[in-house]
């Protein structure tokens, strides 16, 4: 049962619009908010995260979203740019405790 | 610079036979994970080790063990490899919590013949 659910496995916008990309968790212990971008033959990198003591996190064209009640997270790039094209997963651990899950990913492709 | 380095990007084995896969990092980082990633499953969690001959299970640790016999290395065994182990297998490694960015290598894809 994945506790980490990514419901849209591919997502396609234009270049310069915004892309947003959810995620859901059924795990209430979870209290830290991760982003990992990953290119192909490469592996995942740390994008942006976010903790529960906060609802949105912010840096540059990346802010992150969460609302804790509705166990709901977003990724919002924006403006989003060809080079965003990627594989995005949603991740998330308990506070204080490394035992990360993620979810299945999502295919951004940013047309030119 | 940050490093997880995986000994062999691409192995081809046959069914039943003993497969090590090898993870070592630079960081000096307490916590090494291994996940496996597969099409619409994303990555799913082996096992994981937060000290030296420490191990945990991970959500899906069947057919595999581990071994972290020094801080920086972190081995995957399958002790006899199946055709429903060919995936791409990502080591990772973080400091210890509270918020431990995990970072990754670049991955060993093996196919199981």
């Known amino acids: 049962d994945q506790q980490v659910k990514q419901n849209s496995p591919s997502l396609s916008v234009q270049e310069g619009r915004i892309s947003i990309l959810n995620c859901d968790y059924t795990n209430s212990m979870f209290d830290y908010f991760l982003w990992y971008k990953k290119y192909p033959a490469e592996g995942p990198t740390f994008l942006i995260s976010i903790s529960s003591i906060k609802d949105k996190n912010e840096d540059g064209r990346f802010t992150v979203f969460l609302n804790k009640s509705a166990k709901h997270l977003s990724l919002h790039i924006v403006p989003s740019q060809p080079g965003d094209s990627a594989v995005y997963f949603c991740?998330?651990?308990?506070?204080?405790?490394?035992?990360?899950?993620f979810g299945a990913g999502t295919r951004l492709t940013v047309k030119p | 610079d940050v490093k997880v380095t995986q000994s062999s990007r691409y192995l081809v084995k046959r069914t039943g036979e003993k497969v090590f896969l090898e993870c070592v990092q630079d960081?000096?980082?307490?916590?090494m994970f291994w996940y496996r990633q597969d099409p619409g499953l994303g990555l799913r969690l082996i096992y994981f080790?937060?000290?030296?001959?420490?191990?945990e299970k991970g959500d899906i640790p069947e057919g595999y063990s581990v071994s972290r016999e020094k801080k920086e290395r972190f081995s995957l065994i399958l002790e006899s490899a199946s055709t429903n182990q060919t995936s791409m297998y990502l080591c990772?490694?973080?400091?210890?919590?509270?918020?431990?960015?995990?970072?990754f290598g670049e991955g060993s894809r093996l196919t199981v013949l």
């Open positions: 080790s937060y000290d030296v001959k420490m191990k």
């Open positions: 990772a490694s973080s400091l210890t919590a509270p918020t431990g960015e995990l970072f």
């Open positions: 991740a998330a651990s308990p506070y204080n405790n490394n035992d990360m899950r």
């Open positions: 960081m000096d980082h307490e916590n």
